[in-house]
T-cell receptor
Framework: ETGVTQSPTHLIKTRGQQVTLRCSSQ?????VSWYQQALGQGPQFIFQ???????GRGNFPPRFSGLQFPNYSSELNVNALELDDSALYLC????????????FGPGTRLLVL | QQQVKQSPQSLIVQKGGISIINCAYE??????FPWYQQFPGKGPALLIA???DVSEKKEGRFTISFNKSAKQFSLHIMDSQPGDSATYFC??????????WGAGTKLIIKP
């Protein structure tokens, strides 16, 4: 088990609602990345946070936003939920963004009805 | 140019056999090529990774073979065990930036 935790584990929302997902990073890690994994597919990079600033973003619309806190934990917020947002949302923490140090949490399964 | 293509989509191997999963990439700027293992209900876990300055890396029963000229890399699992049954993802990145992932291979090891 990694030291990366995510909450909640499962969530059901309806279209148009807003959702906040949370992630606590591994001790000693200062970078958090968020990924969306649709069923049967590989993860897609949403964005990365380093020192409380967004440090890179994938091909996701602005209704996907995030925060990183001084203790390096992070939140992913999604506004105006769409059916296609149903997926497993993965958080990964790393040291200085170095891929070799990246550990993933177990994910939050979001279902949008 | 950002794609990473992974094959096969699924693979069944007898216990003790060799499992081979292949990936191809297009962007020659990629400089980091990891393989991740994911069990149901869990996040992906880094299995083994390679940088393009070497052609092969071995860790226990897991080996990455890297062919820079062909822009391909593969994962070999020797002496495959039922506990290896999982979904395997290849990925690639440039300068530790965002990982570009393959679509995954569901591996089943038959006892």
């Amino acid at each position: 088990e990694t030291g990366v935790t995510q909450s909640p584990t499962h969530l059901i929302k309806t279209r148009g609602q807003q959702v906040t997902l949370r992630c606590s990073s591994q001790s000693g890690h200062n970078t958090v990345s968020w990924y969306q994994q649709a069923l049967g597919q590989g993860p897609q990079f949403i964005f990365q946070y380093y020192r409380e600033e967004e440090n890179g973003r994938g091909n996701f619309p602005p209704r996907f936003s995030g925060l990183q806190f001084p203790n390096y934990s992070s939140e992913l917020n999604v506004n105006a939920l769409e059916l296609d947002d149903s997926a497993l949302y993965l958080c990964a923490s790393s040291f200085q963004g170095r891929q070799e140090t990246q550990y993933f949490g177990p994910g939050t399964r979001l279902l949008v009805l | 140019q950002q794609q990473v293509k992974q094959s096969p989509q699924s693979l069944i191997v007898q216990k003790g056999g060799i499992s081979i999963i292949n990936c191809a990439y297009e962007n020659t700027a990629f400089d980091y090529f990891p393989w991740y293992q994911q069990f149901p209900g869990k996040g992906p876990a880094l299995l083994i990774a390679i940088r393009p300055d070497v052609s092969e890396k071995k860790e226990g029963r897991f080996t990455i073979s890297f062919n820079k000229s062909a822009k391909q890399f593969s994962l070999h699992i020797m002496d495959s065990q039922p506990g290896d049954s999982a979904t395997y993802f290849c990925a690639a990145s440039k300068s530790d930036y965002q990982l570009i992932w393959g679509a995954g291979t569901k591996l089943i090891i038959k006892p």
